[in-house]
């Protein structure tokens, strides 16, 4: 089947199963392989994309679901140079092995964009993703220096 849809601004045609799941698209076929995969059951976070601006799991995402759709992914947040989560999560040294690190700054992106100013219960909310690492409070306090960079264009 062909699928039809955008990356990262950019139109992919694919000639593929529909069912595949949008993550091994991602990875096998566009070549994009900063969204990794952890558990395949969509529980980790490991694999979060944006969908239309909304954040997917793309490891149980068929890829008939995004056929004209708009899909971002961590390559695709940085086509302007590092975004407010990423100079957060640098400067409060969030990630240790960093393997999941890609899914949950596309996950703060996206609570971002919709609540400007979150509250820790809206960042508790949002950010289901899962780090073996433990970097929690970091994150949290990543996110909330992101949403103050982000109010003053940094």
């Given at each position: 089947m062909t699928i039809s849809f955008n990356v990262n601004g950019s139109p992919l045609t694919l000639n593929i199963s529909n069912e595949k799941p949008l993550l091994w698209a991602l990875r096998e076929d566009a070549n994009l392989v900063g969204t990794k995969f952890g558990c395949g059951i969509a529980m980790c976070g490991a694999c979060t994309v944006h969908v239309d601006g909304a954040p997917t799991r793309s490891?149980?995402?068929?890829?008939?679901?995004?056929?004209?759709?708009?899909?971002?992914?961590?390559?695709?947040?940085?086509?302007?140079?590092?975004?407010?989560?990423?100079?957060?999560?640098?400067?409060?040294?969030?990630?240790q092995c960093g393997y999941c690190q890609s899914g949950f700054i596309m996950a703060a992106t996206a609570?971002?964009?919709?609540?400007?100013?979150?509250?820790?219960?809206?960042?508790?909310?949002?950010?289901?993703?899962?780090?073996?690492?433990?970097?929690?409070?970091?994150?949290?306090?990543?996110?909330?220096?992101?949403?103050?960079?982000?109010?003053?264009?940094?």
């Open positions: 490891c149980v995402t068929p890829c008939s679901a995004v056929a004209g759709k708009n899909v971002t992914t961590i390559e695709g947040i940085t086509a302007k140079g590092l975004n407010a989560v990423q100079k957060a999560w640098i400067e409060h040294q969030v990630p609570l971002l964009e919709e609540k400007p100013e979150p509250t820790d219960a809206d960042i508790d909310a949002a950010i289901t993703n899962l780090c073996r690492c433990g970097t929690y409070p970091a994150m949290r306090a990543a996110i909330k220096k992101a949403a103050q960079l982000k109010k003053t264009g940094a």
